[in-house]
């Protein structure tokens, strides 16, 4: 088991790119979510997805779109990058149906800078 | 609104024992994890409270008192490789998580 996978683990970006940072997991858990965190803060959810073919918005949606493509992949796409979006982007994954139900299972990070 | 309040730094000695509390405030209360993260790594999983009362998984345990809004994490015999930060979390109403700002915990020999 894999767990949750993230690619790129690094990217920059100038003003004004659009790039897609993709998310897979292997545990056949229902639930994803994407989050940021910057620097000396906590995580803050940008979008999740309770179940294949639904999405939500989360605490800091603005600027962000997302893909459930199927059950295992969850990708965040960023239209138009603004410097505002530099950050470290954590896919994770979680199965509420599961014994350790509450635990969320994250994957390795991308680090963007966007210049 | 929605809020946590955890200390933003503690720093303990070896082999000694260390209480990272955190407070919240919202208006829907489902649960309350702790995840621990090291630098440049991926928060991951210590424990959850549903209910009042305290949770042990080993060297770690956490309280929960849902009438004082409050909970901690309890870290015993504490260890070098403890060093890094450690999150409470709520759980929403939608099963998400509203993560506080961490605590940065330094075990100095």
């Known amino acids: 088991n894999a767990g949750v996978t993230q690619t790129p683990k690094f990217q920059v970006l100038k003003t004004g790119q659009s790039m897609t940072l993709q998310c897979a997991q292997d545990?056949?858990?229902?639930?994803m979510y994407w989050y940021r965190q910057d620097p000396g803060m906590g995580l803050r959810l940008i979008y999740y997805?309770?179940?294949?073919?639904?999405?939500d918005k989360g605490e800091v949606p603005n600027g962000y779109n997302v893909s459930r493509l199927n059950k295992r992949e969850f990708s965040l796409r960023l239209e138009s990058a603004a410097p505002s979006q530099t950050s470290v982007y954590f896919c994770?994954?979680?199965?509420?149906?599961?014994?350790?139900?509450?635990?969320?299972?994250f994957g390795p990070g991308t680090r963007l800078t966007v210049t | 609104g929605q809020s946590l309040e955890q200390p933003s730094e503690v720093t303990a000695v070896e082999g000694a024992i260390v209480q990272i509390n955190c407070t919240y405030q919202t208006s829907g209360f489902y649960g309350l994890s702790w995840y621990q993260q090291h630098d440049g790594g991926a928060p991951t999983f210590l424990s959850y409270?549903?209910?009042?009362g305290l949770e042990e998984t080993g060297r770690f345990s956490s309280f929960l008192s849902r009438s004082d809004s409050y909970g901690y994490l309890l870290l015993q015999e504490l260890q070098m490789k403890d060093s890094a930060s450690y999150f409470c979390a709520f759980e929403t109403g939608a099963n998400n998580l509203f993560f506080g700002t961490g605590t940065r915990l330094t075990v100095i020999p």
């Open positions: 409270n549903g209910l009042d």
């Open positions: 545990m056949n858990h229902n639930s």
């Open positions: 997805s309770a179940s294949e073919g639904t999405t």
């Open positions: 994770a994954s979680r199965d509420p149906r599961a014994r350790r139900s509450h635990e969320q299972y």
